[in-house]
């Protein structure tokens, strides 16, 4: 997180937004709540992981590269205690965020987000998967959101 926080340390005040998706969607919120609030950071979130400490505590170990599974890294249990950390706690500002949560989602449990992100605008998509396959028909109401939308 501290590379994110250099990252964005420059970013133009009052015309940001965070989009993440998984694991991503876990680290937005963060960045939202806890960088970006004073600046009514607006935050699209597509499947975001509600628990990830929890959903990658089974994980550590010696694991493979999903890309290439003749590659090897070790997942440490200090990680598990980083994503512990970076929980955001309650929402300041539901607003904000725009969630889109599949019931298709082959990796997390769209019920979780719903529940996690229920003062959103919370978007329940119908099938579809973790990748959100069918981003593109979604893509409108997304950058309305974060007036990008012309």
Same mark, same amino acid.
């Given at each position: 997180?501290?590379?994110?926080?250099?990252?964005?340390?420059?970013?133009?005040?009052?015309?940001?937004?965070?989009?993440?998706?998984?694991?991503?969607?876990?680290?937005?919120?963060?960045? +939202?709540?806890?960088?970006?609030?004073?600046?009514?950071?607006?935050?699209?979130?597509?499947?975001?992981?509600?628990?990830?400490?929890?959903?990658?505590?089974?994980?550590?170990?010696?694991?493979?590269?999903?890309?290439?599974?003749?590659?090897?890294?070790?997942?440490?249990?200090?990680?598990?205690?980083?994503?512990?950390?970076?929980?955001?706690?309650?929402?300041?500002?539901?607003?904000?965020?725009?969630?889109?949560?599949?019931?298709?989602?082959?990796?997390?449990?769209?019920?979780?987000?719903?529940?996690?992100? =229920? +003062?959103?605008?919370?978007?329940?998509?119908?099938?579809?998967?973790?990748?959100?396959?069918?981003?593109?028909?979604?893509?409108?109401?997304?950058? +309305?959101?974060?007036?990008? =939308?012309?």
């Amino acid at each position: 997180m501290a590379l994110v926080t250099q990252g964005i340390a420059n970013w133009p005040v009052g015309r940001v937004a965070v989009m993440g998706s998984s694991l991503g969607g876990f680290y937005a919120t963060w960045v +939202a709540e806890h960088l970006l609030a004073a600046q009514s950071c607006r935050a699209v979130l597509v499947n975001p992981a509600v628990d990830p400490a929890r959903d990658l505590a089974r994980y550590i170990g010696e694991q493979t590269h999903w890309h290439d599974p003749s590659q090897t890294f070790y997942f440490r249990p200090e990680f598990v205690d980083e994503l512990r950390g970076l929980a955001a706690g309650d929402l300041t500002h539901p607003a904000r965020y725009q969630v889109w949560a599949a019931t298709g989602d082959e990796v997390l449990d769209w019920r979780e987000m719903q529940h996690r992100y =229920a +003062a959103c605008d919370l978007r329940v998509v119908q099938g579809s998967d973790h990748a959100l396959s069918d981003f593109d028909d979604h893509l409108p109401t997304l950058l +309305a959101h974060l007036r990008l =939308a012309r």
